[in-house]
């Protein structure tokens, strides 16, 4: 989780919302990915859809059933739906998602028994330091009278 908050710093740098996402295989993490949607002009752009396309690309295949993506915050209904096809066996986060969390906030996508796939779910891992490097940034974009 702290290679994800390294990977949320970093999309604050670039004006972005501060989440951040890696993906680990055996261990070793083998995609990286933060939120690019301001920077790359991008609605899905967010870091778990970035860490999965690089993780992806690490293995030469779409299936990440053999992986666990650590994330910053609760995936959306995007990410979430994401994280099905590419068949992850385990997610972790850090904060939950009150307004747009997908899988225990508001929706429980990755655990649908609906579905083909469902994702082990750990969640509040280093909960107070994610849920404060987004209230800080929230706290200075109001204050500055940003969305």
Known sequence: M????????AAEETGDVPVGAVV???????G??????ELLADPT???EMLALT??????GHW???DCTIY????????????????????????VADPKAGAC?????IVSDPRLNHRVEIGARVLEDECGLILRRFFTRRRAAGKK
């Open 24 to 30: 680990v295989r055996d261990g070793r993490i083998i």
């Open 2 to 9: 702290r290679a994800a908050l390294d990977e949320a710093r």
């Open 45 to 47: 752009a967010h870091a």
């Open 104 to 108: 225990e906030s508001l929706y429980t």
């Open 63 to 65: 299936r990440l059933d």
């Open 32 to 37: 990286r990915g933060r939120n690019q949607r």
């Open 54 to 59: 690089a993780a992806a690309a690490h293995v």
């Open 71 to 94: 994330v910053t915050l609760e995936p959306c209904p995007m990410c979430a739906g994401a994280l099905v096809q590419a068949r992850i066996r385990r997610l972790v986060f850090g």
